[in-house]
């Protein structure tokens, strides 16, 4: 036997094939997902599109319109990029039942109703801008607090 952290290993379990989920403490496939947590992915997808729009957007708007400093716009771009493959991270995370997709979607969505409530707010507000990010923003941390999406990501300790 081979000590590994807090762990024994034993050989045994290294010889069971590794397409058995159950041998190695995987999470259920997504036939078994619950009906919540795959609507938390559905929100959390949606917003990935938005985003993933919202870089096309900007990328069309730093190419045809006069700007005051093209290195803003390219690191706006690189942010909105970056954000995006969060957001498809934090898909994939759901689809896995990942235990660290809580908090991953929680900030963001704590960063999105920051957002959101700014566009209420200002000379230049945009109320339905500010629907738009502060919906699915409720939604997904309602989703969050549910029990079948707490139990489907809580992270199981080998035996």
Same mark, same amino acid.
């Given at each position: 036997?081979?000590?590994?952290?807090?762990?024994?290993?034993?050989?045994?379990?290294?010889?069971?094939?590794?397409?058995?989920?159950?041998?190695?403490?995987?999470?259920?496939?997504?036939? #078994?997902?619950?009906?919540?947590l #795959? !609507?938390?992915?559905?929100v959390?997808?949606?917003?990935?599109?938005?985003?993933?729009?919202?870089?096309?957007?900007?990328?069309?708007?730093?190419?045809?319109?006069?700007?005051?400093?093209?290195?803003?716009?390219?690191?706006?771009?690189?942010?909105?990029?970056? !954000?995006?493959?969060?957001l498809?991270?934090?898909?994939?995370?759901?689809?896995?039942?990942?235990?660290?997709?809580?908090? !991953?979607?929680?900030?963001?969505?704590?960063?999105?109703?920051?957002?959101?409530?700014?566009?209420?707010?200002?000379?230049?507000?945009?109320?339905?801008?500010?629907?738009?990010?502060?919906?699915?923003?409720?939604?997904?941390?309602a989703?969050?607090?549910?029990?079948?999406?707490?139990?489907?990501?809580?992270?199981?300790?080998?035996?």
């Open positions: 036997m081979v000590a590994y952290g807090e762990h024994l290993i034993n050989r045994s379990v290294w010889d069971v094939s590794v397409s058995e989920p159950a041998a190695f403490g995987e999470r259920t496939p997504r036939s #078994r997902m619950p009906l919540l #795959r !609507a938390l992915a559905l959390v997808l949606l917003e990935a599109v938005a985003m993933l729009a919202v870089v096309v957007l900007l990328v069309m708007e730093l190419l045809t319109s006069p700007v005051a400093s093209f290195a803003s716009g390219i690191a706006i771009i690189v942010i909105a990029v970056l !954000a995006a493959i969060w498809l991270a934090m898909f994939a995370g759901i689809l896995g039942a990942r235990g660290w997709i809580r908090g !991953a979607v929680f900030t963001w969505q704590l960063i999105q109703l920051a957002l959101a409530v700014g566009c209420f707010q200002g000379v230049f507000s945009q109320p339905t801008i500010g629907l738009l990010l502060l919906i699915p923003s409720v939604v997904a941390i989703l969050l607090f549910t029990p079948p999406v707490m139990n489907a990501t809580r992270r199981v300790e080998p035996s």
